[in-house]
Structure formats: structure tokens, C-alpha cells
């Protein structure tokens, strides 16, 4: 499967990004999907994650609040919808997807379980 991540830009502190990740090639098979980021500098870090059934997610404490992880309903694209936006959040962003089951409520944090990235979008919030 490829990923295409979108929606990175310039804004600035407290304003609003709407990231997409579009998924294409083997698109009927179940996804888990997730996002890290990389900021200069540091290493790449967790975001959010949602499973294939339920849409259930989880956030990191450090967005916890401001960002909203979501996919659509043909599951073919997630979201990360981020709000209150911070400096301390410019980074890369990138979507990850790991093939899973199709009864999969389950999700995944851990960069190491993703097969599938992204390219990268960068987000970049000024002060």
C-alpha cells in the first residue's frame, strides 16, 4: 500500500491543520493506522493511532485535547485534525499503516509495528 500525507503548512500559534493520509494500492485489506511526528532535531515520536473497526484511537498525552485522529468511512483516509496548535508541535508528520484483521478493535503505538509510511508533511508553527 502507498500512503500520501497532505495538509502540512505554516500557521501560527493556536490555529488550526487538518492532515489527510490517503491510502491507495491494496485498499481492501484492514488497516491500523497511526501518526508520528519528527521535530528538528529529535527523534521520531508517537501522535495517534486508530484501529480498523470502532475507530477506536488514542492520542499522546502531549496532544491530548488538541488533536482528533479519524478515518472515513470507506477507511481509506485518516485524519488528524489538530487544533490550539503549539510551536513545540512543528515537526514532520507521517501516517503509518499495519495490515491487520478485519475484526481488529486493537491499535498500535509503537513505530515498529508499522510496515507501511508516509512521506512526510511538515508542519511548521510560528510564535
Known amino acids: 500500500v502507498q500512503l500520501q500525507a497532505s495538509g502540512g503548512g505554516l500557521v501560527q500559534a493556536g490555529g488550526s491543520l487538518r492532515l489527510s493520509c490517503a491510502a491507495s494500492?491494496?485498499?481492501?485489506?484492514?488497516?491500523?493506522m497511526g501518526w508520528f511526528r519528527q521535530a528538528p532535531g529529535k527523534e521520531r515520536e508517537f501522535v495517534a493511532t486508530?484501529?480498523?473497526?470502532?475507530?477506536?484511537?488514542y492520542v499522546a498525552d502531549s496532544v491530548k485535547g488538541r488533536f482528533t485522529i479519524s478515518r472515513d468511512g470507506a477507511k481509506n483516509t485518516v485524519y488528524l485534525q489538530m487544533n490550539s496548535l503549539k510551536p513545540e508541535d512543528t515537526a514532520v508528520y507521517y501516517c503509518?499503516?499495519?495490515?491487520?484483521?478485519?475484526?481488529?478493535?486493537?491499535?498500535?503505538?509503537?513505530?515498529?509495528?508499522?510496515?507501511?509510511w508516509g512521506q512526510g508533511t511538515l508542519v511548521t508553527v510560528s510564535s
Open positions: 503509518a499503516a499495519e495490515p491487520t484483521d478485519y475484526g481488529a478493535t486493537y491499535y498500535y503505538t509503537e513505530q515498529d509495528k508499522y510496515t507501511y
Open positions: 494500492g491494496r485498499t481492501f485489506t484492514p488497516y491500523i
Open positions: 486508530i484501529s480498523w473497526i470502532e475507530s477506536r484511537s
